[in-house]
């Protein structure tokens, strides 16, 4: 992958990738989340992904990426920490798949800038009809997080977790918002998204001359924008606290629990590989303590795994667990933690889970989305950008000891509980 | 098709097929210039497979044996096959659907030793009355779990109002008690009737060669001949009437969801070509070009999770439309207002050569990644076809072959609803709940 910086606040990443049968091109924009703009920021990728000017149309769009052999435009938001990031991107199979020779690609371009720069607008501002169309997807979505109760339950304790904290922003949206929201607010946040944001141009897939095709067709929108991006927000962390206990009941068959740690001071850079480490010991892979122990040899729960999100220098621990086992499980869990910490750590297990982790970062560039995601989360995070091959040499170089240090610095903070009424009482 | 694309599509496909002596079929893609390999050892062993004749004996399955089955696979006499594959760095899987099992690595290193442990722990089961009494507690709570899922409720809810008899109205992993009575000779009775090499296929795809995985064949013993096994299966008579109409629970769910099914004349077994024309039909009725599927967008009666999907399964064929919204009587009835006008006039001829331009584009999707590839090849193989013969079977299907199908499927009188409605519970906003 080759990044080069090309306008102020602008980067190109490219990369041939000549062994796949797709080409990709995804326009990133990543700016910091805020609380006032947040639901508008929702909404925004709904509306974008409905059509654009020279195709307003969503069934007419639908059919226009059918024509290209089922390209996919996909407009979605996802959060990275204080940072929100919106993407628009296209992918599709190369020219060379074509049936009737159609210039593929180019097209894969036009509508990328076409739905990422010229939204259809009515009178200056997004077209009100969709808006209101979308905003009642957007509040359906919200509305029907309590359906799927492990996310549910994530999302729950996250709240509690990041409280009033640029983290804490609801990326997702306020549903109490959705309604009062009019398009001349929502364009105004849009043009906000496109003066600041910091953007990275992905083209994967595409030859030499495909590629700069892109980049000038980019640079030659963002000639018409007053731009004036502002630094990306800095990696956080929450400060320690009292561990805060939260139940909620429904019925349900199967409890959920989240439990959320904290490092205390973010995460640097340098520290990302022993992370790594740390997370598929405790609990990232098949063979950690929480799948071998807590899983296997316990029974306490149908799946418990751990995951960090660097951005924030936090760890979350998902399990689904029997009602009342709920507690049993919760002192596992923080008891495969302890051990760990002060408990010994073969050398065997050790290894067994550094081997897995190389092996999946080797598997890293053999999909498009998997070199998509490892750039440009190497891109947010900040520092120096690591090839997947830099970060296996890191990895290889993690002692015991850099393990326990991660380990032995995150603390609990928030367990959040979904359960069925009357089996909470034991908690 | 145009010459030199059949050319760039042969390149694409690029995989090759062996049967060995021992029946094993052993497909491989060699995929230049990828680290990894996808390998995929599936059997026809389903959840639907549940009463058979196995050389001159009944064996009668209690709901969900494929499936503790698969887990039991992991474990033999030297311990557990998660410890194996860690020694070698690869990241394994299995998974059980209706009508096959599947075990799955993808490694970066180390495949000859991947290989053999994947082979080793499908070729040599080893169950004992205690292993099987410790599965029982891990795969109750997998249960659990999607006991709280409405969609898979949904389905499977539709599956007890379509069938009377056939074993699709039973969960695939079945239920708590079911599982109880699961036995070692059980599974071994299972091993023996769907684990023969004949039943079974082996696709690789990625950093290998047809080479590299016929060695790891032969040190299973995999070419050598095997006796032809003796197994029949057994199905009870399920007529084309429904066992309900109708079907209503409550759960903790935000909006109503709800399905509206079809039960449809089994197809043929390796009838990939009916499968894939309901499936067309599907997306010009309720799919995203459909003048239906806007309106309902539109008007906000469904969202995008609204759709259509074919499942056929040996003597089991229907066609699901599901989704969620606050008036599923509405939906239904525009739903069917759709169907019996596209009946009438026919399928719109741009949609319909656009959705086969969707299904192409999905193929040579499917051939980018080791992962999907294998998949892929696998699915295929089940079948005895060829990713090559599925693009070829594709472009001949017409608007006229629809039409022809639509005259007899997706008939009122073999039509059930199933309906989830939210227990109440479910936060319209927020709640603020008491600290502990």
């Known amino acids: 992958m080759e990044r080069t910086l090309i306008a102020p606040g602008v980067h190109l990443s490219c990369d041939p990738a000549e062994k796949f049968n797709r080409c990709r091109i995804s326009i990133h924009f990543a700016f910091p989340a805020k609380r006032e703009t947040a639901t508008a920021h929702a909404l925004l990728p709904l509306v974008l992904e409905r059509g654009y000017a020279d195709c307003p149309d969503m069934t007419q769009l639908t059919k226009k990426l059918a024509k290209l052999y089922g390209a996919d435009l996909t407009v979605d938001a996802r959060p990275m920490g204080c940072s929100h990031n919106l ?33 259809y607008l009515v009178e200056g501002v997004f077209d009100p009809q969709a808006v209101e169309i979308e905003k009642q997807m957007l509040k359906k979505a919200l509305e029907d997080e309590i359906n799927e109760k492990r996310i549910y339950c994530m999302r729950q304790a996250n709240r509690e ?11 997702e949206g306020y549903l109490e918002e959705v309604e009062g929201l009019t398009s001349r607010q929502l364009t105004e946040a849009y043009r906000e998204m496109l003066r600041t944001a910091n953007i990275e141009l992905m083209v994967l897939g595409c030859d030499a001359q495909q590629t700069a095709a892109v980049r000038d067709a980019l640079l030659a929108e963002l000639a018409a924008v007053d731009r004036a991006p502002v630094p990306l927000a800095k990696n956080i962390a929450m400060p320690r606290q009292q561990p805060l206990y939260k139940t909620e009941t429904y019925d349900m068959v199967q409890a959920k629990l989240c439990m959320l740690f904290t490092l205390g001071e973010p995460m640097k850079p340098q520290e990302l590989a022993a992370v790594r480490l740390a997370m598929a010991l405790y609990g990232g892979s098949v063979t950690s303590r929480l799948f071998l122990n807590v899983r296997e040899r316990d029974h306490l729960c149908y799946y418990c795994s751990a995951s960090f999100q660097s951005f924030t220098g936090s760890m979350a621990v998902n399990s689904g667990v029997e009602h009342a086992d709920a507690a049993r499980a919760r002192q596992a869990i923080l008891k495969e933690l302890e051990d760990l910490c002060t408990g010994e750590i073969t050398d065997e297990e050790l290894e067994d889970c550094r081997r897995g982790l190389l092996s999946g970062m080797s598997g890293v560039e053999d999909s498009l989305g998997g070199i998509e995601s490892w750039y440009y989360i190497e891109v947010l995070r900040g520092g120096r950008v690591q090839t997947p091959d830099q970060a296996r040499d890191a990895l290889r170089a993690v002692t015991k000891e850099e393990v326990r240090s991660i380990l032995r610095r995150l603390s609990l903070s928030v367990s959040y509980l979904l359960t069925k009424e009357d089996d909470h009482v034991g908690e | 098709m145009l010459e030199n694309k059949q050319t760039v599509l042969e390149q694409a496909v690029a995989d090759r097929w062996k049967v060995l002596p021992s029946g094993l079929t052993v497909i491989v893609r060699p995929m230049p210039g990828y680290s990894g390999t996808h390998v995929i050892f599936a059997t026809r062993f389903g959840s639907i497979d549940r009463d058979f004749r196995l050389e001159d004996r009944e064996v009668h399955l209690p709901a969900g044996v494929a499936h503790f089955l698969e887990h039991k696979m992991f474990e033999d ?42 082979l080793g722990m499908v070729t040599h089961p080893y169950f004992t009355e205690q292993t099987i009494a410790k599965e029982q507690g891990i795969i109750g709570q997998e249960i659990k779990m999607y006991d709280d899922s409405p969609e898979w409720r949904l389905i499977t809810g539709l599956f007890e109002c379509l069938y009377h008899s056939h074993p699709i109205r039973s969960d695939i992993a079945g239920t708590v008690e079911s599982i109880a009575r699961i036995t070692p000779e059980m599974l071994y009775d299972s091993c023996r009737a769907f684990y023969a090499p004949g039943n079974m296929v082996l696709a690789a795809a990625g950093n290998t060669t047809m080479e590299q995985i016929l060695a790891a064949c032969a040190r299973h013993g995999l070419m050598d001949p095997r006796p032809e096994g003796r197994v ?10 429904l066992a309900a109409t109708e079907k209503t629970l409550t759960m903790p769910v935000s909006k109503p969801c709800f399905g509206v099914g079809f039960k449809e004349e089994p197809l043929a077994s390796g009838d990939l070509r009916g499968e894939a024309l309901y499936d067309l039909i599907c997306s010009c009725i309720v799919g995203g070009m459909s003048p239906l599927y806007r309106r309902l967008y539109d008007e906000g009666l469904v969202n995008p999770s609204f759709g259509g999907e074919v499942l056929r399964v040996d003597g089991c064929c229907c066609i699901l439309f599901t989704g ?50 294998a998949s892929q090849m696998a699915d295929f193989a089940l079948s005895g076809q060829t990713v090559a013969q599925q693009i070829t079977m594709l472009a001949g299907l017409t608007a006229e072959d629809a039409d022809a199908a639509l005259q007899r499927i997706l008939s009122t009188d073999r039509m059930a609803t199933m309906y989830i409605l939210p227990d109440g519970t479910a936060p319209a906003a927020e709640d603020e709940e008491e600290e502990e």
Request: charge should be negative.
């Open chain 1, 87 to 119: 993407c628009v991107s296209v992918t599709g199979i190369k020219d060379k798949f074509a049936l009737e020779g159609e210039p593929l690609t180019r097209e894969y371009a036009a509508i990328a800038l076409g739905a990422a720069f010229h939204p």
């Open chain 2, 324 to 373: 969620e919204s606050d008036e599923p009587d509405r939906v239904k009835q525009l739903l069917l207002e759709e169907i019996a006008r596209v009946r009438t006039q026919g399928v719109d001829r741009e949609i319909f050569t656009l959705c086969k331009n969707e299904k192409y584009g999905q193929l040579i999707e499917n051939l980018e990644n080791v992962e999907d590839s």
């Open chain 2, 77 to 118: 006499q030297d311990g557990d096959a998660f410890a194996k594959y860690a020694k070698t760095g690869a990241n394994a899987n299995a998974f059980t659907s209706f009508d096959r099992t599947c075990y799955l690595f993808t490694a970066t290193q180390q495949l000859d030793e991947s290989l053999d442990v994947l």
């Open chain 2, 232 to 241: 029949q299966r057994l199905w009870a008579p399920e007529p084309m009437t």
């Open chain 1, 161 to 171: 977790f990041f409280g009033d904290s640029p983290a804490g922003v609801r990326q």
